[in-house]
């Protein structure tokens, strides 16, 4: 019904298709690019462990905050902190969740697609046309990069226009589970190769020896991009929720699905490193012993190893995964479109389709900045993740915690989870949110500055 979403805000059709668009934007570049790397960098089953509590203890107790605060405002992030909280401060929490959308989705813009790009590169390369094939991908090459990173804008932007049940809720139902079906068939076909199974030892066997400071940064920082937390995505997929869900039931429905399918996109991604070592193709740094870094790892080596198969099997496994790769950011950023948009529809009155246009293109002239060089992916990452969202994650703690409180929340949650009150999981979560992930949250930040500053 897009009649209905023009005069009132959407909703969500079912339980399951909230879930799974809140999968599908936990779901993503963050997953399939990210995470492999991180593990492969950082020691191996070591950091998974890091990172499993960090999601654990950090992400789901916030995820479940930002549900809340959404169902229970029923806004985008600066009205929902406005009609919380009093004076000029507490918006600011949306604000800054509205910034750091348009700035990560900017750059998100560009990686999905050079995504877009290698599905092209390896059918010309098939088809023996080695130099289009090496332009389509050549990751620094401005003009194609703006090309993409345009036309991914406007598939998000077409998703986001059909609104929230019709378009984000229909395209995630679609999209996920074809993800993961592809994510399977890949890792099947990859274990009959040589090499696999040195990366899966090398995945699965913890090398605690690595695990220092540093590390634990990198995955708390992993665990807040990787479930959509600190900017208010959530906040806004809660506020189209109505009050038969269970909020913590749901959350970790999301968190438990992202993980997986983080685990089991290493699965593929690392043994394929080894299997195109195998081949031939560097993927350490013969210098220093480390891993190459994470741009050239998904989009240069495997496309390495697609070619080392060769034939229309190469082609077909190579179209296969950047689609796979592809899907998981369209479903990603239509969520962090969703945010700015929302923010536009609610606060100035403006029609769905006449914001979504609007904020996509401006996000598509950074974008296009961005295209022409790459080296400010570096600063923004830096910025807008790494800062961003754990400063915005512990700014929605400390709101949660301390201004509105934790007994309301809990009223709220109380709608789809009756007895929550009296459930063990009050105390533990509000104690959660007042205290543990603060004060984590809070070091990380710490140590970041000082780093900085130092
Ligand atoms: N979670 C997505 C990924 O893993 C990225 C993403 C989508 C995101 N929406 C977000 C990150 C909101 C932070 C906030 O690729």
Aim: contains cysteine; proline residues 3%.
């Amino acid at each position: 019904m897009p009649e209905l979403e023009k005069s009132s805000r959407g909703t969500w059709n079912t339980k399951l298709g909230f879930i799974l668009a809140a999968a599908g934007s936990a779901v993503g570049l963050g997953n399939i690019w990210g995470f492999p790397t991180q593990v492969a960098d950082n020691g191996g089953a070591a950091f998974i462990l890091i990172y499993l509590v960090c999601c654990l203890v950090v992400g789901f107790p916030v995820m479940i905050a930002e549900f809340t605060i959404g169902r229970r405002t029923q806004k985008n992030p600066v009205g929902a902190f406005k009609a919380l909280g009093k004076g000029f401060l507490a918006p600011l929490i949306g604000y800054w969740g509205v910034l750091c959308g348009v700035m990560i989705l900017s750059f998100y813009l560009v990686i999905s697609g050079w995504t877009l790009g290698y599905v092209l590169e390896e059918v010309f390369y098939f088809f023996g046309h080695e130099s289009i094939a090496s332009t389509l991908g050549d990751l620094g090459h401005g003009l194609k990069n703006a090309v993409f990173s345009v036309i991914f804008m406007l598939l998000t932007v077409l998703i986001i226009t059909g609104g929230v049940s019709q378009g984000i809720e229909r395209a995630t139902k679609a999209l996920m589970p074809i993800l993961l079906i592809l994510l399977i068939a890949l890792i099947v076909y990859i274990f009959t190769l040589d090499g696999s199974m040195e990366g899966l030892i090398m995945y699965i066997n913890p090398d605690f020896s690595t695990v220092d400071g540093d590390l634990i940064l990198s995955a708390l920082g992993q665990a807040f991009f990787s479930l959509s937390l600190g900017m208010g995505a959530l906040i806004t997929y809660g506020s189209y929720l109505n009050k038969e869900q269970n909020l913590v039931e749901s959350a970790a429905y999301v968190t438990l699905t992202d993980v997986g399918i983080a685990f089991i996109a290493g699965l593929l991604v690392i043994p394929a490193m080894f299997v195109a070592q195998y081949g031939g193709t560097e993927i350490f740094n013969p210098e220093t012993g480390a891993l190459h870094s994470s741009v050239t790892l998904v989009f240069d080596v495997l496309p390495e190893l697609f070619h080392q198969i060769g034939g229309v099997l190469g082609m077909i496994i190579g179209i296969t995964f950047f689609i796979l790769l592809g899907l998981a950011a369209l479903t990603s950023s239509i969520s962090l479109l969703e945010v700015p948009v929302s923010y536009v529809i609610d606060e100035f009155n403006v029609r769905r389709k006449k914001a979504a246009w609007g904020v996509g293109s401006l996000v598509a002239i950074i974008a296009i900045i961005i295209s022409f060089d790459i080296s400010l992916i570096d600063y923004f990452v830096y910025i807008f993740n790494e800062i961003g969202l754990p400063l915005g994650g512990l700014m929605i703690c400390l709101f949660l915690g301390y201004f509105w409180k934790a007994e309301n929340a809990l009223l709220e949650i109380e709608q789809g989870f009756e007895g929550v009150e009296s459930h063990w999981f009050a105390k533990v979560w509000t104690f959660f949110i007042r205290y543990i992930c603060p004060v984590l949250i809070g070091l990380v930040l710490i140590t970041t500055i000082y780093n900085i500053i130092s």
